[in-house]
């Protein structure tokens, strides 16, 4: 039963770097087909209800706004979506004319407005989405918490990962992938 200096290396002292790194790519890669899964749902649910993504987006905050009991103005959806006033107006219009939302009257403010969505529309995102997200629950409801805290402190890294931006400067070269199969 010979075994290798190198397996006998790292009985010792743990994975070499290459399988590391090996092990890191396998989960990074993991991930990006899941994302491009997500998006391509995403796309197909923007489509299926004819909306674009920040009307998606919009719809989807004030239904979890309602939720929350919380009302929501133009400004804010203005501050979620990091666009125009004028682009948030145009949004707005579009759901309204298509029904997912009403503009109602401040109960405070006289000259405000808040932003609502129907109830129809609540009903058309749970008939859209009820089955994906059933799906998605049972995917992960067995996991045990060591399981479930494992991934949500890898989700938590990566997040912070992407989170950062890395000011290139004019004269650098950027940097080359490391593998292809990321």
């Known amino acids: 039963m010979g075994e290798s200096r190198a397996e006998s290396s790292r009985y010792w002292y743990g994975a070499s770097e290459e399988e590391r790194r090996s092990r890191a790519i396998e989960v990074l890669q993991a991930f990006r087909v ?19 993504e920040n009307e998606l987006l919009v719809l989807r905050y004030l239904l979890k706004a309602s939720g929350e009991g919380r009302s929501v103005s133009p400004s804010e959806l203005t501050r979620y979506l990091g666009v125009s006033t004028a682009s948030t107006t145009a949004i707005i219009d579009r759901l309204e004319k298509s029904g997912h939302v009403t503009r109602v009257p401040h109960p405070s403010d006289r000259r405000s407005i808040l932003v609502v969505a129907t109830a129809e529309s609540d009903a058309e995102v749970r008939a859209t989405l009820g089955k994906m997200h059933e799906r998605m629950m049972s995917a992960v409801i067995d996991m045990t918490p060591e399981e479930s805290a494992v991934v949500v402190a890898c989700l938590s890294r990566l997040q912070d990962a992407v989170d950062q931006v890395d000011p290139h400067p ?7 992938p490391v593998s292809t199969a990321i």
Do not use: H, K, L
């Open 34 to 52: 899941y994302r491009a899964a997500e998006i391509a749902m995403r796309r197909r649910t923007r489509e299926s209800m004819s909306m674009g």
């Open 170 to 176: 004019a004269d650098e070269e950027p940097p080359r």
